[in-house]
């Protein structure tokens, strides 16, 4: 039995004003209501001082959104594991298909970044999916095992036992379309299979979460899938009653 995983990426939003409130009616309401599903927030790396003080003793964890693959050291602008669990971060987010597409991650460099969070003690969150033109040329599959096979490659089958998979269907983020539950099932089966290839026991207890357009409307329907674990959710989790109630839909 896998424990749904519902994790927050605010990605470059937020100002303290806003997020003290939102993290406020998250913490009181995850402690009053006891879900029994895991609620973790990635939040910018400014603000992660402020999801600390104020989740502290909360059941609601926090992450980062991105780690650098190397160590402390002369790397301006770079955010170590270290720090990132210095600030008693549980989760990070690697490989996003905005950070691989915008920013040129490439699939060996997002292996770097899993294997040094995984290293500082972090569940890295790897992020794997397709482009609209990748699924209408029929190459999901080979993409997402692709993806997947780097970070099997540098970290082996047994690192996934710590870590967790988002499957986040690049075409459905932040577009309001949403996989069908059908469409993200079968993605996240063919993931399972792949890990199972090499450690039955590892692909029956990774969590792989769903990402993409999710909100209180779709949550139930997609986490009701055998192979949905969760979610990954972008835009609703800005929005309070939204990310309260897919985490309702998930406990
Ligand atoms: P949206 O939920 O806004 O589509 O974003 C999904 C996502 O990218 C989460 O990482």
Not at 130 to 156: F, M
Request: aromatic share 4%; charged share 15%.
């Amino acid at each position: 039995m896998r424990t749904k995983l519902v994790a927050g990426n605010w990605k470059m939003n937020g100002r303290l004003h806003d997020n003290a409130a939102l993290l406020t009616s998250l913490q009181l309401t995850a402690t009053k209501l006891k879900w029994g599903c895991q609620v973790t927030v990635c939040v910018p790396c400014p603000y992660l001082t402020q999801a600390r003080a104020i989740l502290s003793g909360s059941p609601v964890m926090w992450g980062g959104q991105d780690v650098s693959e190397h160590g402390d050291g002369a790397y301006t602008g770079e955010v170590s594991a270290g720090m990132l669990t210095d600030l008693h971060c549980t989760h990070v987010l690697v490989g996003h298909s905005e950070r691989r597409a915008l920013f040129g991650e490439s699939d060996q460099g997002v292996a770097a970044k899993f294997a040094a969070a995984l290293g500082a003690g972090l569940v890295p969150i790897l992020c794997v999916g397709e482009t609209l033109a990748e699924r209408e040329a029929g190459i999901t599959g080979e993409v997402v095992t692709r993806q997947l096979d780097a970070v099997l490659a540098r970290s082996g089958v047994a690192a996934l036992a710590k870590a967790v998979v988002a499957y986040e269907p690049v075409w459905a983020i932040g577009t309001g379309k949403t996989a069908s539950p059908q469409q993200a099932q079968e993605v996240h089966a063919l993931i399972r299979a792949r890990v199972a290839r090499d450690d039955a026991a590892v692909a029956g207890g990774l969590r792989i979460l769903y990402g993409g357009s999710v909100k209180a409307a779709n949550a139930a329907e997609l986490f009701a899938m055998p192979d949905i674990d969760g979610g990954l959710i972008g835009g609703a989790s800005l929005v309070a009653a939204e990310f309260i109630a897919i985490c309702a839909a998930a406990a």
